[in-house]
């Protein structure tokens, strides 16, 4: 469990202030590097003692002599205590990036401490691989690349019976695979994914979730829709364990879903091959998540679970595109309309603690319905038309997508129609019509066209309150003139 | 956002699918200028759309958000975990006198030393898949008979089904074709005496502790690799370790030349 790693190194006078100025500097970072494409986190594991955390926690920077001696203290030393000690001392130091660079280009360094990761004294291993970790770590590449001498050994404990061990060398492999095609050009010939393939079989939780985020590192990657996903996961058994690693019920543990739902989504958003996935019951699984998602949002009070529920939601998505979804035993495999009532569970939760994420939740929802009346049909009956009008005012984007999932709605014919008007509809709509964003004011008016195609009678409701002048606002707007001009005849011979 | 009171009900009831209302469509509806087409919309990994989610995302990763929701789940030791610390213990195997005060340390030793020992020759490896090989390849005569006819050597990389006719064409394999290091650890050749080499001045190799595991060390210096393979064996056990069968082979038994230091 990710929670285990909470009370790391970290500065333990750091009030709420410094930590929400903190995050906002680290969000703003994300974004800016997401819109360059540039999206690149590590994780790093940090399990010092209490005692150790205590005096003096901040390491001094090592400089080269200091790295030298503790590298030969750690191999050629005679107490055990002691040669475990150097390394200690050198993992502390080399949590600092300028001692990393002076390990780096330390001749022979890298060696000697392969050398000791693969040497048969457990702990000097042990603690051979937490300075590979760190190294792992760093945002620099040259020190990352630096260890790929040590790739091949890393994967080869991955099968060992060590489950800490693995655990370690599993977070070390993820941060590497992150950091350049280079490194991954390397691990992909070496076997990493049979070797992952392998590791899903571990009874234990946090090697699970330890594999789940190595995983997600390597899906991630540009090139793997072209040349890791077809080629090597497909091939595999991962995605059938994938799919098991999120199938709710006591077994089911969030900080591991979380890892393999993104590591589907990765595999999904790359439309290599989903007629497989739907083929392994991906949709029904995932329907079922989503319904314990509701379950569990509705007990729990901040859980952090919109981590798990968002790359569902996106797996759900994009999965309902999918050709096959209609030919799989000749019906679509969702069809529970208990998925739409956790949706709109999902989505008042997302509305009170996490209002980015509605559009994910609503794109589901358009997916959902565009197709399907029997889904359409629960919205109405289920009374769920007043609630998404309630998510209007959120923003544009979110206005856009109630509205064209009202569209999907409306286009079905009179009978649903019937069930949209008289209500709340045609004053939301009298409103949305005077924001100024034009993409919410033409789904808007599409909308208005399909209500006075098949409920002729809003027509006059619509005159009487002051529908026209709404529609005069935007006569002259470019993108919308025809259709505003098109509903004023209609509404004028109504 | 107020939901219908009878939402969590119908959420807890069973499944099943509500009666779809009759469709019926106008082909006016979709007359121009109007162009709304009902339809499931998909976007591709790098879109905008996504932008949110995975910014959430990497917060995660980078640990600057709160973990998702502890299921409670059993430790092994929840004192030993919580505090890190027990009351010094010893290895329970006949013969070492490794001691502990972290059950997490106990059990890496375990594995690394004890786990999966080759009851032939007592050395330790990493992983069954490995110690089954070695097994295979230095302690089963037939392996060896059959390998005179037959590819045997397996390529050691997971995934790999290769065969190959000797250990040296097997370890060429694994450098050209999995970028595995030349000096590989866990690819040692059988060899019955290992020749007396010389070791380059100035060699900083490695050392092996005890014979749980055979390490080879290379000389670091420039001199050019040797022609066949050598091995070079160091032993060198510090006093706080004692072996019982191990340790003594590794300095009475005849079978391999070993050159101190």
């Known amino acids: 469990m990710w929670s285990r790693r909470q009370g790391r190194l970290r500065p333990t006078v750091c009030g709420v202030e410094e930590l929400r100025r903190r995050r906002r500097e680290r969000e703003a970072a994300l974004r800016k590097a997401r819109r360059e494409q540039q999206l690149v986190s590590k994780r790093l594991l940090r399990n010092d003692a209490p005692e150790e955390a205590g005096e003096g926690c901040v390491a001094a920077i090592l400089g080269e002599t200091e790295v030298q001696q503790f590298l030969r203290q750690a191999q050629r030393g005679t107490e055990e205590k002691e040669r475990e000690g150097a390394l200690v001392s050198l993992r502390r130091g080399l949590q600092h990036p300028e001692t990393q660079q002076t390990f780096i280009r330390l001749e022979g360094s890298m060696r000697t401490l392969v050398g000791l990761l693969t040497s048969n004294q457990a702990l000097l291993q042990l603690e051979a691989a937490r300075c590979l970790h760190e190294l792992s770590h760093s945002e620099q590449s040259t020190v990352a690349e630096a260890c790929l001498p040590a790739t091949s050994y890393l994967l080869t404990y991955l099968s060992s019976h060590s489950s800490d061990f693995i655990e370690l060398c599993l977070y070390t492999l993820g941060n590497l695979i992150v950091e350049s095609e280079a490194v991954r050009r390397q691990l992909l010939p070496q076997g990493i994914v049979p070797a992952l393939a392998a590791c899903i079989q571990s009874p234990h939780v946090a090697v699970l979730e330890a594999l789940g985020y190595a995983l997600s590192q390597l899906l991630q990657a540009e090139e793997a829709p072209e040349k890791i996903i077809p080629s090597s996961i497909l091939a595999s058994t991962l995605p059938q364990h994938m799919l098991q690693m999120l199938q709710p019920g006591p077994k089911l543990n969030p900080g591991v879903a979380v890892e393999f739902a ?218 919308l003139q025809d259709r505003v001009y098109a509903l004023q005849q209609t509404a004028l011979q109504g | 956002m107020q939901l219908p009171p009878a939402l969590c009900a119908r959420l807890a009831a069973g499944p099943g699918a509500a009666e779809p209302l009759p469709v019926e469509r106008d082909p006016a509806a979709g007359a121009a200028p ?119 050597y397996q390529c050691l990389v997971e995934g790999c089904t290769e065969k190959f006719k000797t250990s040296r064409d097997r370890k060429d394999h694994m450098v050209r074709m999995h970028l595995y290091p030349a ?46 393979e050598r091995r070079i064996y160091r032993h060198r056990i510090p006093s706080t370790i004692c072996f019982g069968q191990g340790a003594a082979r590794g300095f009475k038994s005849n079978k391999k030349k070993t050159k101190q230091c």
């Not at chain 1, 797996?315 to 969702?334: D, F, H, I, P």
């Not at chain 1, 949209?420 to 100024?436: D, K």
């Not at chain 2, 995975?54 to 990763?61: G, I, P, W």
């Not at chain 2, 005496?193 to 014979?211: F, I, L, N, V, W």
Request: net charge negative.
């Open chain 2, 183 to 228: 000096d590989f650890r866990f690819d040692k050749p059988k060899k019955s005496r290992s020749p007396a080499s010389a070791e380059a001045p100035g060699d900083s190799g490695e050392r092996s502790e005890g014979e749980a595991m055979e390490i080879c060390s290379e000389p670091v210096a420039a001199s050019p690799a040797p022609a066949g």
């Open chain 1, 262 to 479: 993104w590591c589907l989504h990765y595999i999904i958003c790359s439309q290599v091959s989903n007629p497989l996935l739907i083929g392994h019951g991906a949709l029904s699984t995932l329907g079922l998540l989503l319904l314990d998602l509701a379950g569990a949002v509705q007990k729990t009070e901040d859980a952090g679970l919109e981590l798990l529920a968002c790359p569902v939601l996106r797996c759900l998505s994009n999965l309902l595109t999918e050709a096959a979804v209609e030919t799989v035993g000749g019906q679509m495999q969702l069809r529970d309309e208990r998925v739409v009532a956790a949706l709109f569970i999902l989505l008042q939760f997302f509305f009170q603690k996490q209002p980015s994420l509605l559009p994910e939740g609503l794109w589901l929802l358009n997916n959902l319905t565009a197709n399907s009346p029997s889904f359409c049909t629960s919205l109405l009956s289920l009374d769920l038309i007043e609630p998404l009008l309630q998510l209007l005012p959120v923003s544009n984007v979110v206005s856009v997508m109630v509205l064209t999932v009202l569209c999907n709605v409306a286009e079905k014919g009179p009978a649903y129609c019937q069930r949209l008007w008289p209500g709340p509809l045609l004053p939301a709509l009298l409103h949305t019509l005077a924001f100024s964003d034009t993409e919410v004011v033409g789904q808007s008016l599409e909308l208005l066209h399909l209500l006075f195609l098949y409920q002729p009678e809003a027509v006059q409701v619509f005159l009487q309150q002051s529908g026209l002048q709404a529609l005069e606002r935007h006569q002259e707007e470019a993108q």
């Open chain 2, 34 to 152: 109007f162009r709304f087409v009902a339809r499931p919309v998909r976007f591709p990994r790098e879109h905008q759309f996504f932008e949110d989610g995975d910014v959430q995302r990497h917060l995660y990763l980078q640990d600057v958000i709160m973990q998702v929701a502890d299921v409670p789940e059993k430790p092994r030791a929840p004192e030993a975990r919580l505090l890190g610390r027990v009351p010094a213990f010893a290895c329970q195997v006949a013969g070492c006198c490794q001691v502990f005060d972290a059950l997490d340390d106990y059990e890496h030793h375990y594995h690394t030393l004890h786990g999966n020992v080759c009851s032939f020759c007592k050395r330790a490896f990493p992983s069954g898949h490995l110690l089954d090989a070695h097994i295979l390849e230095w302690h089963d005569s037939l392996f060896q008979i059959l390998s005179e006819r037959q590819d045997m």
